[in-house]
């Protein structure tokens, strides 16, 4: 079955840094993959949506790169500031033999020291 | 334009009782997700739902468990004889389209239910 991978491990970073997220897939082919960010007691918030034919995506500091060879994509924030610190989350979906409702991955906290 | 909506923002019941989870979409979306979130995991999918139809409740177990999104009305999350663990955050998400193409989603603040 498809399984998706985020690295479980806090990422701290000193602020103005840039941050480098990952996230890993294996067993799947999605045809988009999506970035959210969520904060404690709250829900996820869309940030960048990226498609299975395009290969990178920004968005003011964020970016975001979709390598379907290596099955991964990284997230970065540039300049990083305390107020990024949150978890991110991918997901993705929307091909055949995998769900169409995006799969979530566990995330990944990011914490940007001043 | 509010956001998603639900409540209760929190939750708690006894085992046996049953828990009645509700959700407001953003206006004008018709699509509607549900997903549980246990500490140290990610979400998970339960259920999606469009106005009146369940399209896809395969994340959902099959017993105590049930969803609806009426006509009128905001979409229910129902769990029956509750059980500790059952204990989670439970998200609402809503979208203007069929997630699967990409459609972003919009989640609410989510529920957290406590059994005891």
């Known amino acids: 079955s498809q399984k998706i991978e985020q690295n479980s491990e806090a990422l701290n970073i000193q602020e103005g840094k840039t941050a480098t997220l990952t996230c890993n897939y294996t067993n799947y082919s999605p045809a988009y993959l999506q970035w959210y960010r969520q904060d404690p007691g709250r829900g996820p918030v869309f940030l960048l949506l990226?498609?299975?034919?395009?290969k990178e995506k920004r968005k003011e500091r964020l970016k975001v790169t979709f390598d379907t060879t290596l099955k991964q994509s990284l997230f970065h924030i540039t300049a990083s500031q305390p107020a990024d610190s949150a978890t991110y989350l991918c997901a993705m979906g929307g091909s055949s033999g995998g769900s169409y409702i995006p799969t979530f991955g566990r995330g990944t906290s990011l914490i940007v020291h001043p | 334009n509010a956001g998603v909506m639900q409540n209760p923002r929190h939750l708690v019941r006894r085992r046996g009782q049953e828990a009645r989870l509700r959700c407001s979409p953003m206006k004008g979306h018709s699509h509607v997700y549900w997903y549980r979130q246990l500490p140290e995991e990610g979400l998970k999918f339960m259920v999606y739902?469009?106005?009146?139809?369940?399209?896809?409740e395969s994340g959902m177990p099959k017993e105590r468990f049930s969803a609806e999104f009426p006509k009128e009305g905001p979409s229910i999350l129902r769990i029956q004889q509750v059980v500790r663990g059952d204990s989670a955050a439970y998200f609402c998400a809503s979208s203007p389209g069929v997630a699967g193409e990409g459609n972003e989603q919009f989640f609410g603040p989510g529920t957290r239910l406590t059994v005891l």
């Open positions: 739902l469009q106005k009146e139809n369940i399209i896809d």
């Open positions: 990226i498609r299975e034919n395009e």
